[in-house]
């Protein structure tokens, strides 16, 4: 993510788990970014990242691991779901020409 950053882009995280469970999950990790409670699922619905997903053999609904490039005017520039947390920076770091 730093690398990003260096870049001048903002990075932030969306979770429907609650801030209190955000804020210790970033003290364990240390990283570096904003962490976002959407506990009602306004956020993660509107951008398709709800829904039924399979782990393991099993069906559920819940977070659809995602990863989206907004672009300055708020514009949707590249989005990547299902995506695994290894591969965001360099796809986005692609999109950006880097």
Known sequence: M???QSRG??????SPD???ALKKFD???S???PLLSDGDHGVS???GTWGEKTQC???SVGMIRSSFLIDEKGKVAEAWYKVS?????PRALKVLGS
Do not use: H, I, M, Q
């Open 9 to 14: 882009v903002s990075v932030a995280g969306v």
């Open 45 to 47: 619905t509107s951008y």
């Open 2 to 4: 730093k690398t990003l």
């Open 31 to 33: 990283l570096g970014f």
């Open 85 to 89: 947390p290894k591969d965001t920076v």
């Open 18 to 20: 609650s801030v209190k």
């Open 57 to 59: 053999g099993r069906t």
């Open 27 to 29: 003290e364990k990790n």
